[in-house]
């Protein structure tokens, strides 16, 4: 199984970037999909979700800003970040998760610049 996440790097406030997460040996389709975020010291937190229906959830500090979509025929989740914030540079992590199991990606690091 492995999570492959890409589009991390340095931009500045008011910025976009775009956060993509390919998956392989999973079934992708019945995984719930989400974007975690973790700072350095700081514990893990929810950025957003979307199951396999399409129904999407936000933490409340980024929502209006990110858009959060699944591509099942590619087996890929994103993470379309807009109006980057400095608050926003963490390590962004890629989540599935069906029934008992659960898969992490290696982590995309995010920084915002002021």
């Known amino acids: 199984v492995q999570l492959q996440a890409s589009g991390g790097g340095l931009v500045q406030a008011g910025g976009s970037l775009r956060l993509s997460c390919a998956a392989s040996?999973?079934?992708?389709?019945?995984?719930?999909m989400s974007w975690f975020r973790q700072g350095s010291g700081k514990q893990r937190d929810l950025v957003a979700g979307?199951?396999?229906?399409?129904?999407?959830t936000y933490a409340d500090s980024v929502k209006g800003r990110f858009t959060i979509s699944r591509d099942n025929a590619k087996n890929t989740v994103y993470l379309e970040m807009n109006s980057l914030k400095p608050e926003d540079t963490n390590v962004y992590y890629c989540?599935?998760?069906?029934?008992?199991?659960?898969?992490w990606g290696q982590g995309t690091l995010v920084t915002v610049s002021s």
């Open positions: 040996g999973i079934a992708f389709s019945v995984h719930y």
């Open positions: 989540h599935a998760t069906f029934g008992r199991t659960n898969y």
């Open positions: 979307v199951s396999t229906r399409g129904t999407t």
